[in-house]
């Protein structure tokens, strides 16, 4: 079945980065593109990013200020997230979800488990 | 950005009523050339990642029951679940993809009353 498994929980300090990951199976990785999204605690669901997996293009939000950074290894079927400069306001859920469009930047219909990031200094 | 506001915050609905959730896009998400409303609706369990139940504002992701509906045009749209079952107590989340970046409303809570 169609599954994306998502990296462990990581614990940062302030103003390192991190990179999550996001394994695909189950399906052609590069028919689909790849959303990141963030949950921080109590705070609705914000869209970090999108990666064509087929392509490699990317696109990245503007209030993430350049720090994003989206890649994917197509050997691996694998999805990297990259956050730099960390600051407490970071620590979050961070998802990746398969684009149920395909690569047209639609809907999310399928979902990993979430990655925590917890930032403390 | 388009934002996307829910109403209500929260909701406590008896168990085999109906429950209805609101979702206002600030502009249209309807695409005139195709007549699609670009907009879904996600649920979130304590815990898990939210799971896909409505897209296209109307269509049901598979395996998603008949319970739940969605509908809607342009601006105003509406998730409703016609007899409400435990299982359903989550936050609902309504999503724009009409135009990057997606953007998601703030989210309902659903519980029983």
């Known amino acids: 079945q169609v599954q994306l498994v998502q990296s462990g929980a990581e614990v940062k300090k302030p103003g390192a980065s991190v990179k999550v990951s996001c394994k695909a199976s189950?399906?052609?990785?590069?028919?689909?593109?790849i959303f990141w999204v963030r949950q921080a605690p109590g705070q609705r669901l914000e869209w970090m990013g999108w990666i064509n997996a087929g392509n490699g293009n990317t696109k990245s939000s503007q209030n993430f200020q350049g720090r994003v950074t989206i890649t994917r290894d197509t050997s691996a079927s694998i999805t990297y997230m990259e956050l730099s400069s960390l600051r407490s306001e970071d620590t979050a859920v961070y998802y990746c979800?398969?684009?149920?469009?395909?690569?047209?930047?639609?809907?999310?219909?399928?979902w990993g488990k979430g990655t925590t990031v917890t930032v403390s200094s | 950005d388009i934002a996307m506001t829910q109403s209500p915050d929260s909701l406590a609905v008896s168990l085999g009523e109906r429950a209805t959730i609101n979702c206002k896009s600030r502009q249209s998400v309807l695409y005139s050339s195709n007549k699609k409303n670009y907009l879904a609706w996600y649920q979130q369990k304590p815990g898990q990642p939210p799971k896909l139940l409505i897209y296209w504002a109307s269509i049901r992701e598979s395996g998603v029951p008949d319970r739940f509906s969605g509908s809607g045009s342009g601006t105003d749209f509406t998730l409703t679940i016609s007899s409400l079952q435990a299982e359903d107590v989550a936050i609902y989340y309504c999503?724009?993809?009409?135009?990057?970046?997606?953007?998601f409303g703030q989210g309902t809570k659903l519980e029983i009353k």
């Open positions: 189950g399906y052609t990785f590069t028919n689909y593109a």
């Open positions: 979800a398969r684009d149920g469009g395909g690569v047209f930047s639609y809907y999310m219909d399928v």
């Open positions: 999503q724009q993809y009409y135009r990057s970046p997606p953007t």
